[in-house]
């Protein structure tokens, strides 16, 4: 009897302290889509949740915030490469705050065997007449996520950027320099707007960074908190919640700002249309003047063209043959930056997704 006991008891222990790990194969790459859910700075009231192993966070709760086909594309054909030579990855967003000014992000990433680097940002404003554009360029690239995870890990890092802001006719340079720490510091069910994550890690990441500008002769502090979910099986970031304290040269607390991110699609996805099965071709990408699509059996299917916002565009089909299936569009309406192509069947399901990168005339 106190065998059986002893055996039961060990089955249950083994599978209550279960430990995943999450690899390096959750780095998406060039191509892969990740639908996520950006939620508005300064209007989420979230908790980070217990620690440890064996827990259950819930997030079910969190507001919608904007949609976007968060795809990976390749930093040579975007518009800032020049800045981010040495970049592997590339992502394209744009915002829109509680003030109604819109923001164009593009982010860049470098990928160092299982270590996904942060290279570098670029804000453009949209419609803020206070503020034109923010180059971040890191001299000495932040660790944004260091594979394999496994619980209680921990890794440190450094980090140096540079920061230049065009303001009307002001340009102002800050040097950041900063110390990053992730630990692993639980595991357990995660559960988002999209379903349950079985055998999900949390990773809490902590920045601590100093703002100065050359001449002045004090730093502002900026304070970091990211806690990021990632699970067994699964690429990319599931769940993502930020806290971002702001500092003044005194260590008063300015401001701080809570925002985050979910991926919309559930656990263990199906598998969706690949390019090659719809038979698309695309060209010239990035395009300057006009687009020129190729689609087999273009009756079959219906045509979108999306702004990074969500917003659908209309286009005029400038050249058009039922045999070879090939139409032309015309970007002169489409102001330069990232666009998205959808292609959807007869019942209006979206088969397939790719971004369009129009560039400047």
Avoid: C
């Amino acid at each position: 009897m106190k065998t059986i006991l002893y055996t039961f008891l060990l089955f249950f222990t083994i599978n209550l302290y279960s430990q995943p790990t999450v690899g390096g194969d959750a780095i998406v790459t060039i191509g892969e889509e990740e639908p996520t859910t950006f939620l508005p700075f300064s209007l989420q009231n979230w908790e980070s949740g217990f620690s440890g192993p064996n827990v259950s966070w819930d997030y079910s709760s969190l507001s919608i915030g904007q949609d976007y086909d968060y795809i990976a594309m390749d930093p040579s054909d975007s518009p800032y490469f020049d800045s981010f030579p040495n970049s592997d990855l590339y992502f394209a967003t744009t915002f829109s705050n509680s003030d109604g000014f819109v923001t164009e992000d593009h982010t860049y990433y470098s990928v160092e065997g299982d270590i996904l680097q942060l290279a570098g940002n670029v804000s453009i404003s949209i419609s803020n007449p206070n503020f034109d554009s923010i180059f971040t360029v890191f001299t000495d690239p932040l660790d944004w996520a260091t594979f394999p995870y496994s619980y209680q890990d921990n890794t440190d890092d450094t980090f140096e950027a540079r920061i230049t802001s065009y303001i009307g006719n002001q340009t102002i340079v800050a040097l950041q320099t900063g110390s990053s720490t992730h630990e692993v510091d639980g595991y357990g069910t995660l559960t988002t707007p999209a379903g349950t994550f079985e055998n999900a890690l949390r990773v809490k990441r902590t920045e601590l960074a100093e703002n100065s500008i050359p001449g002045i002769p004090f730093s502002t502090p900026q304070e970091s908190y990211r806690y990021t979910w990632y699970a067994e099986g699964e690429n990319g970031v599931i769940l993502n919640l930020d806290s971002i304290v702001i500092k003044d040269f005194n260590d008063n607390i300015v401001s701080t700002m809570l925002s985050g991110s979910y991926r919309t699609r559930g656990p263990n996805p199906t598998s969706t249309t690949s390019l090659n099965e719809l038979n698309v071709s695309i060209y010239p990408n990035p395009a300057v003047d006009e687009i020129n699509i190729e689609l087999e059996n273009l009756s079959d299917y219906k045509l979108y063209i999306y702004t990074v916002e969500g917003k659908l565009m209309p286009f005029s089909i400038l050249n058009s043959s039922e045999h070879s299936s090939r139409i032309k569009l015309n970007t002169n309406d489409y102001r330069h930056g990232v666009l998205y192509l959808k292609v959807a069947d007869k019942e209006n399901i979206i088969k397939f997704s790719s971004p369009i990168i129009v560039g400047n005339r």
